[in-house]
C-alpha cells in the first residue's frame, strides 16, 4: 500500500554522468525540509552489484554504511548529510539486488509459471522498493543514477513512469539535470545534447516538470528558454544551475533559480524555507579565520576526496563550527613507514578506515607518533586497530600486529584478530559485522563525556544513554571484520592506552583513549558516518578543538 499522504520527486539526468544530480536532489530535499516536511532519499542505480561492499573505493569512492547495515555508495552519504536523516536499506535499490530477488522468487516457484520479464516485474518490484522507502514521508525523492538513454537505466525509467499512473501525476514531479557545455573554440554554450536528452526522456513517455540546466559559468535566459522551446516545456521550469564553489552553497543557488515557485505549487504551500541554520553554516565556512589547523589525514589513497568523502566532510564541518581554518593535509601513509618526519607540524592526526596491508604499518607508525608526541589524535575503525597495535609495541610486544596483515601467525601477537565467525569470510560481500551496534562508554572517559555534552545540549543525539552506574551507552555504525584481542590489554595499556568502551557484552574493543594525551581517541566505529554540515559529530568538533589549541605544534 502506498503512503497516500507522499509526494514524490524523480531526478534523472542528461548528457553526462557526475555533474551534480545527486547533490541538486539533496538540495531540492533541503529545501523542502526546510520548510517543514518530513523528505527522504532513494537512489536507484543501474549496477548490477548487489550491493556496494565489493566495489573498489578508488574507482567508487567510499563504501557509506546505512545504520541497518547496508553497503552502499557515497550517494547516500550525501542525502544525508543534506537532509539530517538516516538512510536504511530502502534508500538504495541496485538492479543486482532487484534481480537477485526476482530470481530467488522464481526459483522457489513464486511466479506460479508465469513468464517473469522487466515489464511487468522488474519494473512493478521498484515500485514496491520506492513505495517501503516512503512509507513514513512527507516528500520522498528518487534519484535514478546513470544518464537517460543508457541500456540498463531503462526499466527504472520506465517504473518512475509507471509510478505515476499508481500515485497521480500530480503527485509526482519529474526533474531532469542535463549539462550544457561552452566549446571554447567557438565561444559558445551548445544546447543540442541537452535537448536531445530531454527528446530521450519524452520518448520513455516522462515530460519534466523542472530542468536544471548545469553550465560552468552563468548562462543567461536565452538559454534555458532555447532548451525550453526546443523542448516542448514551459520556460519557466527550465531553470540555470552554474558551477559553485561549495555543494553546500547549491540549496542557495536551488532558490535563486527560480525552482521554488514551482515546489511551491507542487506542494501547495509558499511558506519560506527556514533556511538560517544553513547561512550560518555557509557564513561560517566561507570566513576566513585568524587560526588555521593542519590536520593530517594518513591514508592509502592518497588525494583521492572521494574515498574518504565522510571523514573529510566532517572535518570541515567540524572547522567551520570551531571558527578555524582547515588545511587538510594528505598524508602517503606507505611513505611514512620509512620517514615519520612527515608528520612534523601536523596539529591532528586522523587515521580513517582501511582493508588490506599496504600502508598499514605507516598508519601504526602514526599512532605511535601522536603518543609519543603528545599530538591529538583520532582513529576511525582500522585507526582503532593501529593505535592498539602500536602501544602494545611500545608496552613490550615487539611483534603486535593485526591478524588481517598475517605478518604474525608464527608467535601468534595477533593483537587484532578476526571475529567470531569471520573467518573464510574475508572476501565476500555483505558478511562483515555492519551498521549500528551498540557501545557502552566508561564513566568519566573522555569518549563518554564528549557524547554527553552533546546529548545534553540536544544537538544530536547518538542513542545516548546514562546508565546508573555513570556509563555512557552510545550507538554508531560500523564495519569491521577484525577486533582488538583483550588478551593483549595489559601490553596495550602499558603502551599508553586505555579501553574506555566495549560492546554492550564486554566481548568488543569499541573506543580506546590515551588519558596522558591532549586528544587520543580511536573507535572501531564510523562515526564520520553519522556527521552532518549542520549538525557536525561531536567526536570531530572535539578533535579540531584540541587541534586548535594544540600545545606541541
Ligand atoms: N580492516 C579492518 C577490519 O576489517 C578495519 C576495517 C575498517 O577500517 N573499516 O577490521
Redesign the pocket.
Known sequence: MHNKKCKYIFVTGGVLSGVGKGITAASIGAILKAKGYHVTMQKCDPYLNVDAGLLNPVEHGECFVTHDGVETDLDLGHYERFLDFETSKYSITLSGSIYKELIERERAGGFHGKTVQLVPHFTGLVCEKIEKASANSDIHIVEIGGTIGDYEGLPFVEAIRLFANKVGRRNCLYVSVVYVPFIHTSNELKTKPAQNALKDLRGFGIIPDIVCVRTENPCGREICKKIAAFSGISPDAVVNLPDIDSVYDVPFNVLRSGVLAILDDFVDNNTEPDMSRWKEFSRRRSQKYAKTVKIGLVAKYVGNDDTYICVTEALKAAAAWNKVNLALTWVNAEEVENNASLLKGLDGIVV?????ARGVEGKIKAAEYALKYDIPYLG????M?AACIAAARNGGIKTAN?E?FGACEKDGNNV?YI?EGQKGKESTGGT?RLGDCKAVLKPKSRAAKIYQKAANTGEYIYGTELLEDGSVEITER??????VNQKFLDAIQAGGIIISGLSPNGKLVEFVEAPKCQFFIAT?A?PELKSRPLNPHPLFLDFVKAAKTNRNS
Do not use: D, V
Not at 352 to 356: A, D, L, R
Not at 478 to 483: K, M
Open positions: 580513517p578506515g582501511g582493508f588490506g576511525l575503525c582500522l585507526g586497530q593485526s588481517e587484532i571475529m562483515m560500523h564495519r569491521h571484520r577484525y577486533e572501531q564510523h
